[in-house]
């Protein structure tokens, strides 16, 4: 098979993996059903993410070797963007990235590897602390005899896992621990976000736990699953971003004003073009960047481009969902328009693991470090 040939299969998956994909989330009820879960829980679905583990989508990324489906981070950035035009609530992002992107490099052969790829456990990962460090070296959470003592900040998806994967500071550095959300000693404070997902605070007072890993293959593990997670992030956002393009775009063809489609107007038909160039460069960047980044080995490079990604796709996504909004007119502002959803998603997904001017800033200063090597 020529490499020509190798390429156009991969592209053929892919394309056969989105289908699937979105297929799969209409029948569940597209955006409808993040409404109806919102307004009853802020939850997810279980039964949902029994389905999605059918499909293999929590696997996609993990090796075959480890009981995954082996196609890599481009694969995981389609299952992202279907999301993201749903506004899905589950933690599919999360688990494909940090979850078991830390165990997967980790402990691959822990139990929990095949219970996520299944879908039978949910994973939240606690990393983050309050205070001018919060990388795994600075931590102030410790972790000894077993138990944990101290605290994490903004978990998010911590209010339905069934544990935690936490990193803290051990004797002999960063470790990785797992521990049951029932576990002794162990309190949540949620915190509710714009878009209805839940973020919070644990607090470890002597609470049991497993040591998973210790070391610096924790932090280096960690910097890689943050990367990946990152640029799916950004995949989230371009799905976001196309539906929320897609709704604008029905909407003004259709909403009359002085007897003829506001979308005749030269003004919004402008403002239209400008928006879907926007969308299809975000699109192109995010997609690119997924690839590369499954052939890169460099970490600072793989930062740098997780970090393009996401810069690219905040942009567009703010500048979509915000004029989507005013091109809506005054229903925009209403909960009963489905646009508002895209909005609160984008403002809250574009906050996580940095904003464009976060990762503006770490793509040029990667890039002044390997100039000046």
Known sequence: ????????????????????????????????????LRDASGGWDSDMIGELAGAGVFGVTVPEANGGLGM????????????????????????????????????????????????????????????????????TCRYADGKLTGSKAWVVGAAGPHGFLVVARGHNGPVL????????????????????????????????????????AVQDALAEAISDTTALAAAELVGLSDRAFEITLDYIKTREQFGKPIGTFQVLQHRAVDLHIM???????????????????????????????????????????????????????????????YLNRALVLSAWLGDDAHHRRIWFETREEEGAA
């Open 177 to 216: 621990v797992l521990t049951e959300a029932t576990a002794a000693g162990l309190s949540f404070d949620k915190r509710v976000q714009a878009d209805g997902s839940s973020l919070g605070e644990l607090s470890f007072s002597g609470t049991p736990a497993e040591q998973l890993a210790e070391g610096s």
């Open 72 to 139: 890599g981070l481009a694969a995981g950035g389609v299952i992202a963007e279907e999301v993201g035009r749903v506004i899905a609530p589950e933690p599919v992002v999360l688990t494909i990235g940090l979850s078991l992107g830390l165990l997967r490099r980790l402990r691959p052969d822990h139990p929990k590897m095949e219970q996520l790829i299944n879908g039978e456990t949910n994973l939240a990962v606690a990393w983050q602390e309050r205070g001018p460090g919060g990388a795994p070296a600075d931590a």
């Open 1 to 36: 098979m020529t490499q020509t040939d190798m390429l156009s299969s991969d592209q053929e998956d892919l394309r056969l993996l989105r289908e699937s994909a979105r297929t799969l989330f209409e029948r569940a009820g597209g955006s409808g059903r993040a409404r109806k």
């Open 279 to 341: 969308r299809e460069v975000a699109q192109a960047t995010v997609r690119e960047v997924l690839a590369q980044m499954d052939c890169e080995t460099d970490q600072k490079i793989r930062t740098r481009l997780a970090s393009r990604a996401k810069a690219r796709a905040v942009t567009a996504a703010r500048r979509i969902t915000r004029d989507a909004i005013q091109m809506h007119g005054a229903v925009g502002y209403t909960d009963e328009y489905d646009i508002g959803l």
